[in-house]
């Protein structure tokens, strides 16, 4: 990995980086038991952008988010979650069939990962739940042009807002172009 969190604090803060170049089944960060801040970065082109894993809670808000394609963008496979993804734009991450942007894969954390008010563009599968007991909230986020899916939760594939009314404010999520002008 490029730059490994382990065993640290909430006052770690990583601002400003361009992190990438993480190369076959490494990441640009890797975060194990620890819970950094990361925010104001970009993270491209590297196999995977971010993995979290053991009793991490990381606070990830206001980077992009590209070209981390065979791996993702975000991969939780941590025993905790109550942390937020929020204010992030992901573009292209994931493009091989089957790989999501975010892959919410682990036993049963203990409080929800909130991913809220991100604007995800391209890639295969924009959320993938791995895990039929996994706890997240979905909240005021922008999907656009993923290839399979935005959502998919184990064996269903959603693929517009009307389908997901299990999950709460899904109503606050935009599926399609948002049709913005400049």
Same mark, same amino acid.
């Given at each position: 990995?490029?730059?490994?969190?382990?065993?640290?604090?909430?006052?770690?803060?990583?601002?400003?980086?361009?992190?990438?170049?993480?190369?076959?089944?490494?990441?640009?960060?890797?975060?194990?038991?620890?819970?950094?801040?990361?925010?104001?970065?970009?993270?491209?082109?590297?196999?995977?952008?971010?993995?979290?894993?053991? =009793? !991490?809670?990381?606070? $990830?808000?206001? &980077? %992009? /988010?590209? +070209?981390?394609?065979? *791996?993702?963008?975000?991969?939780?496979?941590?025993?905790?979650?109550?942390?937020?993804?929020?204010?992030?734009?992901?573009?292209?991450?994931?493009?091989?069939?089957?790989?999501?942007?975010?892959?919410?894969?682990?036993?049963?954390? =203990? !409080?929800?990962?909130? $991913?809220?008010? &991100? %604007? /995800?563009? +391209?890639?295969?599968? *924009?959320?993938?739940?791995?895990?039929?007991?996994?706890?997240?909230?979905?909240?005021?986020?922008?999907?656009?042009?993923?290839?399979?899916?935005?959502?998919?939760?184990?064996?269903?594939?959603?693929?517009?807002?009307?389908?997901? =009314?299990?999950?709460?404010?899904?109503?606050? &999520? %935009?599926?399609?172009?948002?049709?913005?002008?400049?």
């Amino acid at each position: 990995s490029i730059v490994t969190l382990k065993n640290i604090s909430s006052a770690t803060i990583i601002e400003g980086l361009t992190i990438s170049g993480a190369s076959s089944g490494n990441y640009g960060i890797f975060i194990e038991n620890a819970s950094p801040v990361i925010k104001n970065s970009h993270i491209k082109n590297n196999y995977a952008g971010i993995k979290i894993a053991g =009793n !991490s809670m990381p606070d $990830i808000n206001h &980077n %992009i /988010f590209s +070209g981390n394609n065979t *791996g993702g963008a975000i991969i939780h496979n941590g025993a905790v979650g109550g942390y937020s993804i929020d204010h992030n734009t992901f573009l292209n991450n994931g493009i091989t069939a089957g790989v999501a942007t975010i892959l919410l894969d682990s036993n049963f954390p =203990n !409080s929800p990962v909130t $991913i809220k008010n &991100n %604007i /995800f563009i +391209g890639g295969a599968i *924009g959320v993938y739940e791995a895990n039929t007991a996994f706890n997240f909230i979905l909240d005021n986020n922008l999907f656009y042009n993923q290839s399979e899916a935005y959502l998919k939760r184990i064996s269903t594939i959603y693929n517009n807002v009307s389908a997901i =009314n299990d999950l709460s404010n899904a109503a606050k &999520n %935009i599926v399609g172009d948002p049709a913005l002008e400049l």
